[in-house]
T-cell receptor, first 117, second 110 residues
Framework: DGGITQSPKYLFRKEGQNVTLSCEQN?????MYWYRQDPGQGLRLIYY???????QKGDIAEGYSVSREKKESFPLTVTSAQKNPTAFYLC????????????????FGEGSRLTVL | GEDVEQSLFLSVREGDSSVINCTYT??????LYWYKQEPGAGLQLLTY?????DMKQDQRLTVLLNKKDKHLSLRIADTQTGDSAIYFC??????????FGKGTRLHILP
């Protein structure tokens, strides 16, 4: 079945450690996204990628890094520089506006909950 | 800069219409979306509207877009208890950047 898979679902990290969250999609989508969801804050955009080997900073990119070496994969690294990393992280994908026709909806993974101890 | 604003709470009596409002700042958007998130669940797309349209209707849902005022609204007719959720407005730009509002929590009164 087509979809987006995020792993791990739950993750605990000690302060000062980097951690990488995985996001894989088999929907053949060009565009991929990482959001952070905190209570009362809605979804805030961390990074997005319109196409392979290209990505752009979102509104809260500081302390995070990404790569887009394959169309299917868009991993997010939460570095020790991120001041408040405990949060729920959502990955999403969508057809790109570069494709002909409307881009349609954003498909979301089930999320990864990161807790820093 | 880019921003999407929504009021945080709305209470509506069961059977009445709910109107959830959203304002955005950037006129270069291509599509505007409404997503629904029920407690403990993921985000579900309700509807989206192309930025050159004024209105879109889909069963109980009506979306109105006022491009001059950069205002988007979602009307839910005959609101039911199952409509209780957080509703997010989102704006898509030409480079595929998608920004969400903080969400409006809809509470249904009996």
């Amino acid at each position: 079945d087509g979809g987006i898979t995020q792993s791990p679902k739950y993750l605990f990290r000690k302060e000062g450690q980097n951690v990488t969250l995985s996001c894989e999609q088999n929907l053949n989508h060009d565009a991929m996204y990482w959001y952070r969801q905190d209570p009362g804050q809605g979804l805030r955009l961390i990074y997005y990628s319109q196409i392979v080997n290209d990505f752009q900073k979102g509104d809260i990119a500081e302390g995070y890094s990404v790569s887009r070496e394959k169309k299917e994969s868009f991993p997010l690294t939460v570095t020790s520089a991120q001041k408040n990393p405990t949060a729920f992280y959502l990955c999403a994908s969508s057809p790109s506006t570069r494709d002909r026709g409307p881009p349609g909806e954003l498909f979301f993974g089930e999320g990864s909950r990161l807790t820093v101890l | 800069g880019e921003d999407v604003e929504q009021s945080l709470f709305l209470s509506v009596r069961e059977g009445d219409s709910s109107v959830i409002n959203c304002t955005y700042t950037d006129s270069s958007s291509t599509y505007l979306y409404w997503y629904k998130q029920e407690p403990g669940a993921g985000l579900q797309l309700l509807t989206y509207i192309f930025s050159n349209m004024d209105m879109k209707q889909d069963q109980r849902l009506t979306v109105l877009l006022n491009k001059k005022d950069k205002h988007l609204s979602l009307r839910i007719a005959d609101t039911q208890t199952g409509d209780s959720a957080i509703y997010f407005c989102a704006e898509r730009y030409r480079d595929d950047k998608i920004i969400f509002g903080k969400g409006t929590r809809l509470h249904i009164l009996p």
